[in-house]
């Protein structure tokens, strides 16, 4: 059993500080999830799997390509490391019952990598270390972002403002204001204020006589 072991663990070996995994694959990594699961080119997506080694030892490939590794991630896994040592359980050979629940409860294994450029559609993720290589999820490649220039670019819109048309406005329309009017105003028929009551005085003169000469002729 333990020749058995050793013969399976040096399938996989290193070359340039990149995996390089034997065609065999004897040991299956666990890639249990990728999010998002659908991204363009240049965007970042996040994998979950164990059991991770180092950052030097991990290869991501998307739909074949390489890709570029963003960041390595393996918390909480002393415990269970020392779980596996004790009861002489390999990584990924065989399962550990005694070990796997605080393994999978406290340890945590991830990466993130950039899409490498691709087509849109399906594309296979896969992932290898020395320990082995990983099964197969399925990312969405989308199409990149097609670019529109920003708003900036159709900054003709701001030649057209309001400030342009100054010349038509309403105040340039002075010199036929109501204003330059004056000669014909109301205050200047002067001549009306002759003809006021207070100058028919003589009239109520000639009015009184004769009321006070009929009641001179009247007998008391």
Do not use: K
């Amino acid at each position: 059993m333990l020749l058995l072991l050793i013969t399976l663990l040096t399938s996989c070996t290193l070359t340039d500080s990149t995996a390089v995994v034997d065609s065999a694959n004897v040991c299956e990594l666990a890639l249990t999830q990728v999010a998002p699961e659908a991204a363009a080119p240049g965007e970042t997506i996040q994998l979950v799997l164990s059991p991770l080694t180092t950052a030097d030892d991990t290869l991501v490939t998307i739909g074949g390509a390489r890709a570029q590794l963003v960041s390595f991630e393996r918390a909480g896994c002393e415990a269970c490391d020392a779980c596996r040592e004790t009861y002489l359980c390999a990584p990924c050979f065989e399962d550990c019952d005694v070990c796997d629940l605080g393994c999978d409860a406290e340890c945590v294994e991830r990466v993130e990598v950039l899409v490498p450029s691709l087509p849109p559609g399906p594309a296979l993720i896969e992932v290898f270390n020395g320990e082995g290589a990983s099964g197969r999820l399925t990312l969405t490649v989308l199409a990149p972002p097609e670019d529109t220039g920003g708003a900036d670019d159709t900054g003709g819109a701001d030649d057209t403002g309001a400030d342009d048309t100054g010349d038509t406005s309403p105040p340039d329309t002075g010199d036929t204001s109501t204003p330059d009017t004056g000669d014909t105003s109301t205050p200047d028929t002067g001549g009306a204020e002759d003809t006021a009551a207070p100058d028919t005085g003589d009239a109520q003169g000639q009015s009184a006589a004769p009321i006070d000469a009929t009641l001179a002729e009247c007998p008391v």
